[in-house]
């Protein structure tokens, strides 16, 4: 089983859709969360962080549910600038077997259409 | 403040030829880390460091060294290069930044493009 699993996607969207990426974890122990945004041929950018409380930014709001080990990321309002793959990170610290490794899922890609 | 840089952006090797990708920080990070992107895979960790001097092997090290002989520096060699190391490889940089668990700055660099033949 993989660390981090997405939904294989992709997501074709209309303009000012509202759209959700799930993605979960396995190790337990997993520190920090992250999603992070990666446009073709180039290079993953960091979206935003994922907090136990659940944290908004603008139109994206990311949840974690540490229980069920699952993150979330929602999207309201889409634009067509909002096209790209959504990748989500999680950090193993060092007591769960990794010196701050930093895991990717495979991603999920979003296209938003006019 | 340059960031994260990668040299080189582009190489072709012919099988069995040998190459070193540079990666340099210059935000004073901790820890480093090499990827490679094939379609379909994702990021695969290939191996990382999380200081000066130590290195430890990721998902995918088979084929690949790496050192970090200075901190800002992390160098991915490939000793022998096959068809299959043909791939866009990204080096990140983090460093957690109010001295807590949760909040970590991270860069990647820009990537460079291998294709062995």
């Known amino acids: 089983r993989k660390e981090v699993e997405q939904d294989p996607g992709p997501f074709n969207v209309p303009e000012g859709a509202t759209v959700a990426f799930n993605c979960t974890y396995s190790?337990?122990?997993?520190?920090?969360f992250f999603w992070y945004r990666q446009d073709c041929r180039k290079e993953p950018k960091l979206l935003m962080s994922?907090?136990?409380s659940g944290n908004e930014d603008g139109r994206f709001t990311a949840q974690l549910n540490r229980a069920s080990q699952y993150i979330s990321l929602l999207i309201r309002d889409s634009k067509l600038s909002d096209s790209a793959t959504y990748l989500c990170?999680?950090?193993?610290?060092?007591?769960?077997?990794?010196?701050?490794?930093?895991?990717f899922g495979a991603g999920t890609r979003l296209a938003v259409h006019p | 403040n340059a960031g994260v840089t990668q040299t080189p952006k582009f190489r072709v090797l012919k099988t069995g030829q040998s190459m070193t990708l540079l990666c340099a920080q210059d935000?004073?990070?901790?820890?480093m880390y090499w990827y490679r992107q094939d379609p379909g895979m994702g990021l695969r960790l290939i191996h990382y460091?999380?200081?000066?001097?130590?290195?430890a092997k990721g998902e995918v090290p088979d084929g690949y060294n790496v050192s970090r002989l200075k901190k800002q520096n992390f160098l991915l060699g490939l000793e022998s290069a096959a068809p299959s190391q043909t791939s866009v490889y990204f080096c990140?940089?983090?460093?957690?930044?109010?001295?807590?668990?949760?909040?970590?700055?991270?860069?990647f660099g820009p990537g460079t493009r291998l294709t062995v033949t």
């Open positions: 994922v907090y136990s």
């Open positions: 460091s999380v200081g000066e001097g130590t290195t």
């Open positions: 990170v999680v950090i193993l610290s060092l007591f769960s077997g990794g010196y701050n490794k930093l895991i």
């Open positions: 990140a940089s983090i460093a957690e930044k109010y001295g807590t668990s949760g909040f970590y700055e991270q860069y």
């Open positions: 935000m004073n990070h901790e820890y």
């Open positions: 190790n337990s122990a997993s520190q920090s």
